[in-house]
């Protein structure tokens, strides 16, 4: 019998995390982990593998390089299904799990909203998951050594997109809360880079998806608006985070950070972006800033919502010019009392 080398073993001997850690940041059990640490498992699944290094912020490339190792084949779309079962038994209990960009944050999404209960979040605009896959996919991804290896990433992002719109509309159908606070001057940013004068020249396209992205999170206010309120805030948060099953007995919190500026560098990758944590001293200082965040809601808000947001995204709309437009995208979605997006 062929001995394969300990690459895996090796590589988690010189991580900061410890096997625990490991197997609730990519959902392999401890049990597999400790065989493979024992040196019972000469040739670990190929999906096992993957999801490891994911777990441990490895690009790609870098897995495929690791996989050639035990004789398997690069990374391929046949593959993601068994990558995503993994991700579904990830757990986030107790200390914190450090958190990263990119790959390993979309499948930490999955495993977070996969949770269910009512959401809060504090960010400069509305969700992502309200971001029509194709302006989602148009964000920069770290740098991958060759194409295969490109075009599977994008392709496990789609895969991605794709639970998370289902856990999403499932989260509608139980009538699960999600209150969003956006500071205005993150938003105004936000605005005049995907749909000022200089984007609209330069990318009418993404401009015309940031529309509809706008539409989708408008739509869903104006038709359940005790269930999804998104609250324009004077007031800039010192922290962008979600805190899921906010109102259950172990709220989760996903710190992503805040990164205000974009570097165009292959060391983006290993951005250290944040924490995951259900700690309960540390979920209170997040509570602490959402209690800030609620402070800075003006009473009209809440007394004439949604009609207030909707008054609101077209008064900074019309500032670019876009305010027609931007009525123009809702129009269809509300012609139905059914839940439609873009």
């Known amino acids: 019998m062929r001995l394969f080398p300990q690459t895996v073993q090796n590589i988690i001997a010189r991580s900061d995390l410890n096997p625990n850690n490991i197997s609730q940041a990519s959902g392999i059990s401890n049990a597999y982990l400790a065989k493979l640490l024992k040196g019972n498992i000469n040739r670990p699944g190929k999906d096992k593998i993957a999801s490891i290094l994911i ?27 068994a990558l995503l079962k993994n991700n579904r ?21 999955v495993a977070l909203e996969r949770i269910g209960g009512n959401k809060i979040l504090v960010k400069n ?38 639970e998370r719109s289902e856990i999403f509309q499932k989260s509608i159908a139980l009538a699960y809360t999600s ?38 999170a408008l739509s869903l206010s104006l038709k359940r608006p005790q269930e999804h309120r998104i ?4 007031r800039c948060p010192y922290f962008h985070f979600m805190i899921q099953d906010a109102d259950g007995t172990t709220p989760k919190v996903s710190y992503p950070g805040r990164k205000l500026h974009a570097f165009n560098n292959e060391f983006d990758k290993r951005m250290l972006e944040g924490f995951t944590t259900d700690l309960p001293h540390i979920v209170a200082h997040f509570r602490h800033e959402i209690d800030m965040c609620r402070g800075a809601v003006a009473e009209e808000w809440t007394t004439d919502f949604p009609m207030s947001l909707h008054r609101c995204l077209l008064s900074m709309l019309e500032r670019h010019g876009m305010a027609e437009a931007l ?6 979605l509300m012609e139905s009392e059914k839940i439609l997006f873009y």
């Open 89 to 109: 038994s990830r757990r986030i209990i107790g200390g914190n799990l450090p958190q990263y960009d990119h790959i390993y944050f979309d499948l930490l999404l």
């Open 231 to 234: 609250y324009i805030i004077e």
């Open 327 to 332: 009525e123009e995208e809702v129009a269809p």
């Open 125 to 162: 605009r509305p969700s992502g998951v309200f971001m029509p896959h194709e302006l989602y996919l148009m964000k920069e991804y770290p740098y991958e050594a060759n194409d295969e290896s490109a075009v599977f990433r994008y392709n496990l992002t789609r895969q991605i997109l794709h």
């Open 179 to 216: 209150d969003t606070y956006i500071c205005v001057s993150c938003l105004e940013e936000y605005l005049l880079r995907n749909i000022g004068r200089r984007a609209r020249q330069d990318q009418p396209h993404r401009c015309r998806l940031s529309l509809k992205y706008l539409a989708n």
């Open 55 to 81: 777990a441990l912020n490895y690009t790609i490339s870098e897995i495929n390089r690791i996989l050639c190792d035990y004789d398997y084949q690069p990374l391929h779309v046949n593959d993601i299904p």
